[in-house]
């Protein structure tokens, strides 16, 4: 062979390796492509479901202020009903007290009128 069939073979060679690299880096390119529009498509799906974790956030801390809020009125009521009932029981103690004073009074007036007949009842009862 002479050198201008070797000339023919090297620059046939030559363009069989461009051709296979130029090949080669298309496949790749495209594979870069197909990857970076997968990227893609999982960021747009978290920022849509970012989204919707963000309402549902929300919506447990409005709950969450709400029960808090209920709590306190729960809190503030019973506060209240235990003072009613510590004025209730001051006053029932009061008004026993009273009672016993003025039950005194009557059996003092039946003892010293002398148009009442007072039975004997015994010793009084101690309080």
């Given at each position: ?6 000339i ?7 363009l ?16 870069e ?26 919506e447990a ?9 209920a709590?306190a009125?729960a809190d503030s009521?019973?506060?209240?009903a ?8 001051v ?7 009273t009672?016993?004073?003025?039950d ?5 007036a ?7 007949t007072?039975?004997?009842p ?6």
């Open positions: 062979m002479d050198t201008t069939g070797w023919i073979i090297a620059v046939a060679a030559v069989v390796v461009v051709a296979i690299v130029l090949l080669v880096g298309r496949r790749g390119r495209g594979r492509e197909a990857q970076r529009a997968k990227a893609q498509e999982i960021r747009e799906k978290a920022a849509a479901e970012q989204v919707e974790l963000q309402r549902r956030e929300a801390a409005r709950l969450d202020a709400q029960a808090r809020l709590q009125e009521r019973a506060a209240d235990a003072a009613m009932q510590n004025e209730a029981r006053r029932a103690e009061q008004v026993s007290g009672r016993a004073e003025l005194d009074r009557l059996r003092t039946d003892r010293i009128d002398p148009d009442v007072v039975e004997d015994g010793p009084e009862p101690r309080a």
